[in-house]
C-alpha cells in the first residue's frame, strides 16, 4: 500500500509545553482501519544537524520532557514517537496496543527517519525503553544500511520474559502457538501494580503524566503483544549483529514487587536485568552493557543522582563513539 506521508509537516503545541510540538503521521490502514502515529519534537536552542528519535515502552506514551531537554543541552534536536494505538496515537475503534507483529511499526519509524532527515539532520541515535527497545534493535539489525542510523541506546530493553522456570517458559511457549489463532485472546499481564504508582507523582513517585496514556493498572494482555514480543525475542537470542555502536543500560538488580517497599524505587520490578545482559550477549557488534546502580526499570525516570549517573553515562560514551 502506497505511503500516506506528505512533507513538509505540519507541527501544533503539545501539552508537554516548553517548546515541544506534536505531529500527526498517518500511515496505511491496519486489520483494525485506520491508523495514525504521533512525532513529538523539541528542538536544540542552536542549529544542529544530530537528532535523537524514542520509542517507550509497553502501556507507555512519551512524556518524559527531562530527557528531550537533556538531548537538547548537550545539542540534539530531540524526537519521540508514540507509537500506534498507544498514548496521543489511541483512536477510538482501536484496542489499545494491537499489533500481530511487531514489524508494524516500521512504518512509523520509516516515516519519522524520512522527515528527521528532510529537516536536515545528517547523524541520529535511535533510543528505546523496554519493549521500545526491543523494537529498536530489531529494527536496527534489519536496517543496517539506513544513512542516518549511527548509534542506538537501549534503556532495560525487554529482551525476555522475566518468567523464571522451565515450566513457565513451556506455557508460554504453548501461549505463543495459541496466539497464532486467537491473537485477541485476553491473559493476564502479571505487570506489577506497584510500578506505575512508584512513578507518579500524585502517588508514591515524582513524575507527572496522563494516567489515562499510561494507566495505573492493567491486568490483561493480548495474545498478539505477547506473540509479536517473543517471536523478535527469538531472532534476537539465536543471534544477530548491529553495525552501528550500541549501549545497553538497566538497573544493578531486580526484585519481585506485588506490594509497596522502599525497594521499588532502586530496583527493576519489571523486567530480570540478568535476562538482558545474557540476551545482550547474543548481538555481535560494538556494544557495551552498563549496569546503574540502583536505578528503575525506566532507568531515567529513577531517583536525581541515579538519573544524573545514568545521563552523564550516556554523554560520556556518544562523545566517545563521536556520536
Known sequence: MASLFQFPVTYQDDPLGAGFACATLQLPDDHEG?????LIRK?????TKKAVLYLHGFIDYFFQAEMALQFNQHDYNFYA??????GRALLAHQKPYNVHDLREYDAEINQALDIIWREGHQSLILAGHSTGGLICTSYAARNSKHPLLKGLWLNSPF???????KTAKFALSQL???GASFPNLPIPSGLSPVYVPSLHKELQGE???NLKLKPQHYPWVRLSFLRAVYLVQQQLQRGIRLNIP???????QSIKARRWSDAVKRSDIILNVRDIDRCTRHIAGDVQIVSIQQAMHDVILSKKPVRELAYQTLFTWLNAKGL
Open 176 to 178: 505463543i502457538k495459541l
Open 207 to 209: 513524575w507527572e503524566f
Open 43 to 47: 528542538k536544540a536552542n542552536l542549529p
Open 34 to 38: 485506520e491508523v495514525i502515529a504521533k
Open 81 to 86: 514517537l508514540d507509537l500506534r494505538k498507544y
Open 159 to 165: 529482551f525476555d520474559f522475566n518468567i523464571s522456570s
Open 246 to 252: 550500541t549501549l545497553v543500560m538497566h538497573s544493578h
